[in-house]
């Protein structure tokens, strides 16, 4: 039983399983439900995905990682930095939105899944401490940032094009926004955030978010929020418009045909190196770059001409011949115009000069596909994979990091014992499960585990009746949502968000080490700056952090000690004590390696040459609780220097696998049974009388306390 039990962790749930915990688990599982669809659609988005693969997302993965995890209360879905890093990790492969975009996500999460299972099957959990804590709040609370600005263009009601940095996407938006914000998008997000921050303040068990969008999907629908028409090109009485309609799509439509003849001289590059063919395979490398500097050139023109189509502001005039659209400027309007204000819906894909959508209206979450997806194993590319291979190795583990996270502090409180490697296999299947349903990476919210946890929730079976809340919304209510406006999801993600804001996390660091609230600040800039290139500023922290490890690990604390007011021996330096002249006790705190060892040889000289009277050397060993060849071989010459200077050495603290490796390399023959000591004060009791014969010392501040008067 107890193997079927390790395997399917689930069949622990049912032990004294009555009705009463059914109860509890089917109304949390369907509380969590009700913040997850709103939540996953936005958070979708946010991947720069449809809405509804927020719901994809949510069907199947929290089932599985609540069956296969350790933890019973841990909600798993789309959260916000694992969708920020799933948009920063294929933007530079395709559109956000595009076929291949979607198919791109939908791999990661089988690319994560399967490192997550590979390292919670291998036991290899504790590789997520590469992570340190002040990294993770430096990373966690530039992403805060970069979600919650992310939605301002939602907002705003405004469009702009991506910018290689995030802050000059921002730029971009207020400039927008200066130009033209819809009022009305506005107004819905901030009714929204009212709504929820009202409702939380009210009752916390109030599912504000979901009332949020209910209300104002029911707002959109009954004023009319989006407000879209088409139009041929005949209509825009615009002539510099409809000259930036056919310089767009001949930009556009330029980009395929010159990549396709890239591609095709990559193919000729490989084999041309192939054969060793230096100079023909150079010309190649030319022409490959010539065509990817016309790509650049055209890709830069198509938004120029996107960004002007997009500024235009027009009105619309309709008679009985139809309708015709002219342009507002400096506020003034054509004659016999409506109110509205219309533009141009201009995308990543050339218009149509007969089918042109133009927006008089806000932006809603439309059409969503009715029913579950196709179940399918994601196409495997292993040039993609290769590619999202790093980010997949930070994603997944981020999400753990996260995850665990969570999980220990509900199991804290429910007294749950927590196995970090199942949590790994549970977060891993998910995500394998996910990607064959159409997900892309999901992992344990904070939010929803809490309601989760508030709301009753006795086992995983929560999580399964929340999948099963998500398979009723997919079958029968997705038409439900067509009117949701786009800035209330974007109040969704905002709101959610706040939370990850944490600045005491920095001052904590700090205080803690100074050098630890410096990586917390550095790997904070370095988020914000390299944005949307999320990878570059965690790795920096961890490279950071590393540093900062080898560093101590290289000049570890090496202390002399004395007797303090306590009666106990202490570092010198530190609590200002007066040093014995003819016993030096030298404390060595931390492994005895190859990187370190000439650094404890190096402080024993100093204390030689500045001790003229000094007898006797006692290493403290309580703190070196590792030995490698090169500390051994370092230990074995240093007391070779110290006898042939007329002292002699001791060793006190010895730990018990320090001593196997003395033994074994006969060590301790040579430095002496009688010179190897159990604890501090034995090895005082057996070298104080000797070392202090024909002493002029008054009182041994080894034996008394004596303050350093210098």
């Given at each position: 039983m107890k193997i079927m039990v390790k395997i399917f962790p689930f069949l622990d749930w049912f032990h004294n399983y009555d009705l009463n915990d059914l109860k509890a688990d089917a109304i949390s599982g369907l509380t969590v439900a009700l913040v997850l669809i709103p939540q996953s659609m936005a958070y979708a988005q946010l991947a720069g995905l449809p809405a509804y693969y927020g719901l994809y997302a949510s069907f199947l993965p929290p089932m599985v990682a609540a069956l296969f995890g350790s933890s019973r209360q841990l909600a798993t879905g789309p959260v916000a930095v694992v969708s920020l890093m799933t948009a920063a990790s294929?933007?530079?492969?395709?559109?956000?939105?595009?076929?291949?975009?979607?198919?791109?996500?939908?791999?990661?999460?089988?690319?994560?899944?399967?490192?997550?299972?590979?390292?919670?099957?291998?036991?290899?959990?504790?590789?997520?401490?590469?992570?340190?804590?002040?990294?993770?709040?430096?990373?966690?609370?530039?992403?805060?940032?970069?979600?919650?600005?992310?939605?301002?263009?939602?907002?705003?009601?405004?469009?702009?094009?991506?910018?290689?940095?995030?802050?000059?996407?921002?730029?971009?938006?207020?400039?927008?926004?200066?130009?033209?914000?819809?009022?009305?998008?506005?107004?819905?997000?901030?009714?929204?955030?009212?709504?929820?921050?009202?409702?939380?303040?009210?009752?916390?068990?109030?599912?504000?978010?979901?009332?949020?969008?209910?209300?104002?999907?029911?707002?959109?629908?009954?004023?009319?929020?989006?407000?879209?028409?088409?139009?041929?090109?005949?209509?825009?009485?615009?002539?510099?418009?409809?000259?930036?309609?056919?310089?767009?799509?001949?930009?556009?439509?330029?980009?395929?045909?010159?990549?396709?003849?890239?591609?095709?001289?990559?193919?000729?590059?490989?084999?041309?190196?192939?054969r060793h063919d230096v100079i023909n395979a150079l010309e190649t490398q030319n022409k490959i770059n010539i065509i990817t500097i016309k790509i650049a050139e055209q890709k830069e023109l198509a938004h120029e001409y996107r960004k002007a189509l997009r500024s235009m502001l027009l009105c619309r005039v309709t008679t009985d011949d139809g309708q015709a659209f002219h342009l507002i400027q400096d506020g003034r309007r054509h004659a016999n115009c409506d109110e509205r204000i219309w533009r141009f819906k201009v995308k990543n894909k050339p218009l149509d000069p007969m089918n042109l959508t133009m927006v008089g209206g806000g932006d809603v979450v439309g059409v969503i596909p009715k029913g579950l997806p196709a179940m399918s194993v994601p196409k495997i590319n292993f040039r993609i994979i290769f590619h999202l291979l790093p980010y997949a190795a930070i994603i997944s583990l981020l999400g753990f990091m996260e995850a665990i996270s969570i999980a220990k502090a509900m199991a804290a409180k429910t007294g749950q014992r927590l196995d970090p490697n199942q949590e790994l296999i549970g977060q891993g299947l998910a995500n394998i499960a996910g990607s064959m349903g159409k997900s892309y990476p999901t992992s344990g919210s904070f939010s929803r585990s809490a309601v989760n946890l508030a709301a009753g929730a006795v086992t995983g079976l929560s999580s399964v009746f929340t999948s099963l809340a998500v398979v009723i919304v997919l079958m029968f209510f997705t038409p439900l949502l067509y009117h949701l406006p786009q800035a209330v999801l974007a109040a969704v993600i905002m709101m959610a968000v706040i939370g990850l804001i944490n600045v005491t996390g920095f001052i904590h660091a700090w205080r803690a080490k100074w050098y630890d609230g410096a990586i917390s600040i550095i790997t904070f800039v370095a988020t914000l700056g390299f944005a949307p290139h999320l990878d570059r500023g965690i790795m920096i922290g961890v490279v950071l952090s590393l540093l900062v490890f080898l560093y101590k690990s290289m000049r570890p604390t090496v202390a002399t000690l004395a007797r303090s007011p306590d009666k106990a021996l202490r570092c010198v330096q530190t609590h200002g004590l007066k040093e014995c002249d003819h016993i030096a006790m030298v404390r060595f705190d931390g492994p005895l390696f190859f990187a370190n060892a000439s650094y404890l040889e190096d402080k024993i000289m100093d204390i030689m040459r500045q001790k003229k009277h000094l007898r006797h050397i006692i290493i403290v060993s309580n703190g070196i609780n590792d030995i490698d060849a090169s500390g051994e071989e370092v230990l074995s010459l240093l007391i070779d220097r110290i006898r042939s200077a007329g002292i002699d050495v001791s060793l006190s603290g010895v730990n018990e696998s320090v001593m196997e490796v003395l033994q074994r390399t006969h060590l301790v023959a040579k430095i002496g049974e009688d010179h190897i000591f159990p604890t501090m004060e034995s090895a005082i009791n057996a070298t104080h009388e000797k070392a202090h014969v024909n002493s002029r010392e008054k009182s041994c501040p080894l034996l008394t306390v004596c303050r350093d008067t210098q």
């Open positions: 294929l933007e530079p492969l395709a559109s956000a939105g595009s076929e291949g975009y979607i198919a791109y996500a939908i791999l990661l999460a089988l690319i994560v899944g399967v490192f997550q299972l590979s390292l919670g099957v291998l036991r290899l959990g504790l590789v997520v401490n590469f992570l340190s804590h002040p990294v993770v709040n430096g990373f966690t609370n530039a992403a805060a940032i970069i979600i919650a600005s992310s939605q301002l263009s939602k907002l705003f009601g405004v469009h702009v094009d991506k910018a290689e940095h995030h802050l000059e996407t921002i730029a971009r938006v207020i400039r927008a926004a200066f130009h033209y914000t819809h009022w009305p998008s506005l107004a819905m997000g901030a009714a929204a955030f009212g709504i929820m921050y009202g409702l939380k303040r009210l009752n916390p068990r109030i599912p504000n978010v979901l009332i949020a969008v209910a209300l104002t999907t029911i707002v959109s629908w009954a004023i009319g929020f989006e407000h879209n028409t088409v139009a041929t090109v005949d209509q825009i009485k615009v002539p510099e418009a409809v000259e930036a309609i056919y310089k767009f799509n001949e930009a556009l439509e330029k980009i395929p045909l010159l990549a396709r003849e890239r591609t095709e001289l990559s193919r000729q590059l490989d084999r041309f190196r192939s």
